[in-house]
Structures are given as C-alpha cells and as structure tokens.
C-alpha cells in the first residue's frame, strides 16, 4: 500500500446555508481530504492539531477510515481551530463570521518516523511555512508533492508561499486565486505563469463550472456533476483533493493520463460532498456509488467523433 | 443535400472590446449562424432583411458560401438592424450602446417555396412572432426546429415566446435567461420546467464555461476550449447554433447521441469565431483548423477509467 500523508487543518466548523445551518461539526482540510482518500486504501497520515475540546469519537472516526493519526497532536489545554461560515444563495460566495486559530496558531507539525518515506504528500491549505516544515522532515523527496492554498495567504505570506509553490509537482487553485497569484485574467496565461514558478501540473477549480488541469502545453478539463441542489459546498476542495491524491497513490501512476482519471475521482468525491452538510455524505457513500458516479462522468463527457 | 431554413437578423455590427474597436462591420444572428452552417455544405438557405446600405458584397460572400439569399429581403428605402456594443474588461458581460431596428421593426418573413421543405429549421433570436410566422409558412413539420432566444423577449414578449418555445425541439439559452424563464437557479431544475414548456432537448449554454445538453432523465457537457485570450465574443453564440444544427442536417440523424457529436462541432466553431473581430476568423477557417481543434476537444474531455 502507498503512503500518503496529509497535512491540513482538523477543526469544528459552523455552517450556514440557504437549506439551514449546523452547531460545531468536524472539518477541516485534512479531514476532508483524508475521508476522500480513504476511498483508495491508501496508507494514509494525518498531520494535524487539534484543543483537548476535540471529541475522541471524531478522532476515532478518522482511524476507522484508516487513517494513522501519530502525527496528528492533541493539546489537551488548547481549543480546536473553529471556522464559521454563511454561503449566499447562489452558494459560490460565503462570508467567513469566525476564524478562531486557537492552537492552529502555535502548530508545528511532526511527520511520524514511519511516513518519512511517503510516496504522495499531500499539503492542505494552511500557513506556508508549516506546509514547508513538512517538506524539510521528509528526508527524500516523494514521487508526488501537491499543494493546495488560498488567497489568504497570497495577501498575507506571499514570499512565504512562493517558496513552497516552487518545490511542488502539484498546485490546486480556484479560479480568482489563479488570477490573484500572476495578475492575468485568461486561466491558460495563468497557468503558464503559475508552471514557471515550480509545479509541472496546475490544477484549476472552478467550483461548479469545474477543473482544469495544465501540464506543459496540453490541457484536460473536468466538468462539476450538474446538480439539481448544492447543499453545502463545504469542503468540495479538500475532498476533491482527497480524491486526487488517493486515487494517484493507490495506482503510484503519476502520468499526465492518469492524472486525468484522478481529477474525475476527485470531481466525482466532490460531487457527493455537497449533498449533505460537512462529512456526513462523504462518511457514508459506497462504493457501488462512486462507479455510479464515475459512470454519470462517463455518459457527461464522452463523445464519439470520428474525426477524418 | 439536406435543406437548413435559418431565420435571424443580418446586420451591421459596430464593437468595442479591451483589444480595439470596429466601424459598422456584417454582423447579425443569421449571418453567424449562416457562415458555421456552410462548413457543413448543406443546402441552407437566409431568411431575413437588409436595407439598401448593405454591401452586394456581403450578400455575395453568404451565398459564395453556399447559401441560397431567395429570402433575403433588401427594402431598397430602408436602413439594415445597426447593433452597437462594448465589452467589459472580463468579455463576459457588455453594455448595448445602439439597437437601430431599422428595416427589422416591420420585417414580414417569406420562406421561398423550395424551401418549405426543410429538414431542419433554425430559428436565430428574433422577434418571437416573427419565428413563429415562419413556422406558419411550413406545411410539414421539419424533422428538426432549434430556437434561439434571448431575456430581451423575455421581458417584452413573454406569451409569443412561450407559444414558439412548445413548437419546438430545442432550444438554446444561455445560464442567466434559463434562470429568469423559469425562476430556478439550479440549471438542473430549470432545463427541466424548460422541457415541460415543450423542447425536448435543452442547450444551456454557459460561455466561457461551455454548454449542457440536457434530454430526459440525461445530461451532456461540452467545454468551451480554454484560450489564452478571448478577442471578441460577438457572435460565439450563433456560431455554436450553425455548427450544431449545420452537423445535425448534414448527418441527418436527430437523436441524443449525434446531438453530443453536433455539440462539440458548435463549440469548435465558436472557439474559432471569437479569436478575432466579427465574423473574420469564422469566415477564413480551413477544414484542417476544424479537424486539430475536435481532436483539442477530445484530447480536453477523454478519459479511460474503467470502472469495476
């Protein structure tokens, strides 16, 4: 089995959309993106923090997925990093109401001895510098490092996130962040610029109109599944990210081709995310599910053109 | 050959983008569509008006494209439809600075007697009681009728509009007016009310964000092809029509499956149309550019996972 370590907030999120709103549930990038991933079997690690408050049954939850949780710290007279949010009802903008750090703010994180020869390392978005002090415990470099990361940072640790930025074979980024990060507005000089700061493969969110994947001068493009109702666009990002990296570790084919198949994985996780609030949807999904949707993929976007 | 019916406006266009400016340029929804259709070498036919200030040489170049002008009207005292507008910085929305109707205001549509036998009738957006008069003139049904339309009947036509969208197969409609017809923000729900209105087959299309094709309980997705720049959008819609409805007469074969083949060929042919001002790119486009960009698309949407 391959490894796969994760970096990435584990927290209690608030939500609120136009379907109703939510008390402290568990999220967190690293939750979402390790719940994804655990569809593949994957050798997977946490790396995290979470505040004494943080139930064991949640922490529980994420083991029984098969997730090794060594890395992820417990400090006992600490809160858990809380995120609140009130999506609009066109459910692609959201207000943040409360971001409180809590022990995120002193985190540093520590790779477990055993995952220090991860094969895929995945780095959920938080500060860049703990992202890097993950990449600098990793003595030899993973066949696989992806990145994802917010505008956030772009306005706060800039030098800092591009250092990182140049030491990723993978960058996952939405649309707007693109055009923050170079200053252009078509995706494909975006793309271009982002390449030339570091990763071979830049990977585009567009949220319901999608993803695109650059890599060289090709592009290959994934389409959102078209939903009759988005219910909670929490964490769409990180299990899509979940689902890449997973499906990527799983089959240790790091090709432009396969690739392709783990954007689809990873639209297609996303694509059960939204249903429900928080994780409740991508707890519970079967596989038999997943080829369904894998299948609904399929009759959405392949064509028979014969081409003469 | 099969016979394709288009109706829609011929027209001078004048248009300002980020990358410069045009005088009173050939424009209008029929002569898009007209151009697109050609590539196909079928047997099509206009039917519009123009005033006497239209250049012999642009009726000259629709029909050295083989389209039969029988139902061309020139009112020789009369000015032809002038539209004038200017794109925003982000070539998605635009300001409408002139709509002089013109000769357009008493346009009275006559279908030449060889053509009353079309196989596929393409209504171009227009005045919904002028669509519906060419329907009138028909006496057997074509095997395929596509409408095209836009919010501005919506608002000043709604019961013309309703009558001709039941008489039709498809329409095409972009994102924003699916929502204002129906008043459902999910295109999901709305392509559905859509076809209780009557169409079977649904296109919404979503600009730079491509096209959905939605046919009972199915859904089929074509991207638009990402661009390093969009040089001018005028006209990208019509272009999609006569590509779409161009293959589907060319083919003759209506159902869902080919409909995907005629999708991607309208997507091709608009990516084309918006590399350059009005209909410059569209009209010196080789066959050979038309083969590379399907084979672009292909590349862009084909994957292999085999689902087990």
């Known amino acids: 089995m391959s490894k796969l370590v994760i970096v990435g907030t584990v927290a209690f999120d608030a939500i609120e959309t136009p379907f109703g709103k939510t008390d402290k549930i568990l999220g967190g990038a690293a939750t979402y993106i390790g719940l994804s991933a655990s569809q593949f079997n994957v050798d997977g690690a946490i790396i995290s923090v979470v505040g004494g408050d943080f139930p064991k049954e949640y922490i529980q939850l994420l083991e029984d997925k098969g997730m090794d949780v060594k890395g992820l710290q417990v400090i006992e007279d600490g809160k858990t990093f809380f995120?609140?949010?009130?999506y609009h009802n066109d459910m692609n903008t959201r207000d943040t109401l409360v971001t409180d750090l809590n022990v995120l703010a002193d985190f540093n994180p520590i790779v477990p001895e055993e995952y220090k020869d991860t094969e895929v390392l995945m780095l959920g978005n938080l500060h860049p510098l703990v992202q890097?002090?993950?990449?600098?415990?990793?003595?030899?470099?993973?066949?696989?490092v992806v990145l994802d990361t917010m505008n956030f940072w772009m306005?706060?640790?800039l030098d800092d996130l591009l250092k990182v930025i140049s030491k990723v074979d993978v960058i996952t980024i939405n649309d707007e962040e693109a055009r923050q990060l170079t200053g252009e507005y078509s995706l494909v000089t975006a793309a271009q610029k982002i390449k030339e700061m570091g990763p071979e493969y830049v990977v585009i969110k567009k949220g319901e109109n999608g993803a695109l994947l650059f890599h060289k001068g090709?592009?290959?493009?994934?389409?959102?599944?078209?939903?009759?109702?988005?219910?909670?666009?929490?964490?769409?990002?990180?299990t899509f990210a979940g689902g890449f990296t997973g499906y990527l570790a799983?089959?240790?084919?790091?090709?432009?081709?396969?690739?392709k198949n783990a954007i689809i994985y990873g639209s297609a996780l996303a694509s059960f995310c939204v249903?429900?609030?928080?994780?409740e949807r991508i707890l519970n999904v079967s596989r038999k599910e997943i080829h369904q949707r894998l299948q609904q993929f399929k009759n959405l976007t392949q064509f028979d053109i014969q081409i003469n």
């Open 83 to 86: 995120w609140s949010g009130k």
């Open 132 to 144: 890097q002090a993950v990449i600098d415990q990793i003595p030899k470099r993973p066949k696989l």
């Open 155 to 157: 306005d706060n640790a």
């Open 218 to 238: 090709e592009v290959f493009f994934a389409p959102a599944l078209p939903l009759k109702e988005v219910f909670d666009p929490t964490g769409a990002g990180d």
């Open 250 to 259: 799983k089959t240790k084919d790091y090709s432009f081709d396969n690739m």
């Open 275 to 279: 249903e429900k609030f928080g994780t």
